[in-house]
């Protein structure tokens, strides 16, 4: 029994005397050091307007919304497609188990003129806004979180679906 005693601490010791010495000797070069950064002041005005801060999708749709619009009271989920000719702003969503999702708020906009070419929003945007939400059927999983939508197939709209534009030429502001 005092032999089986004296072989496991043996072996104790032996394992903590070979941790060590990898611990001085292979660590500082498997490991990176640690940096610290310098600390920074920060100004209090900046903290002040933290809560303030505006999406950088907010900046574009303020042209085309009030200042009490429901995009602007809160960061809206905005999807743009790979061009930026289409922008599918949402307040909320939520996914039914047969594949609907339903929208309290909503509103489309197309950009005819690329928005990339000039630093001010273009005014001939088109946009169709449903302000009492939809249930949209898309014919994959609305996931946008991963980069999954899909297309629309169906819809139904609650409300009233307004369709208006400052385009260049005078016409007539749709809704329906």
């Known amino acids: 029994m005092l032999q089986r005693i004296l072989h496991s601490t043996a072996m104790f010791v032996a394992i ?10 292979m660590v500082p ?7 610290v950064r ?38 809206p989920k905005v999807i743009e497609n790979e061009t930026g000719s289409v922008m599918f702003v949402l307040d909320d969503y939520a996914r039914r188990d047969d594949g609907r999702v339903d929208l309290s708020h909503f509103a ?3 950009f005819p003129t690329p928005r990339q ?3 001010m929003p273009p005014r001939d945007a088109i946009i169709l806004e449903a302000p009492q939400g939809a249930q949209l059927q898309f014919d994959k ?33 749709t809704t329906w």
Do not use: C
């Not at 899909?150 to 139904?156: E, S």
């Open 117 to 119: 070419q000039s630093p």
């Open 38 to 75: 310098p600390s920074q002041h920060v100004d209090p005005e900046v903290v002040a307007d933290a809560g303030a801060s505006v999406s950088k999708y907010q900046r574009v749709i303020a042209a085309y919304f009030p200042t009490d619009h429901w995009s602007q009271t809160r960061p």
């Open 108 to 110: 489309l906009l197309i």
């Open 29 to 35: 070069w498997i490991e990176p050091p640690l940096s």
């Open 141 to 173: 999983n609305f996931r946008p979180e991963r980069g999954e939508i899909g297309a629309i197939q169906h819809g139904t709209f609650p409300g009233k679906i307004s369709i208006r534009s400052d385009m260049r030429e005078p016409g007539p502001r």
């Open 16 to 25: 903590f005397v070979a941790y060590q010495a990898y611990v001085l000797a």
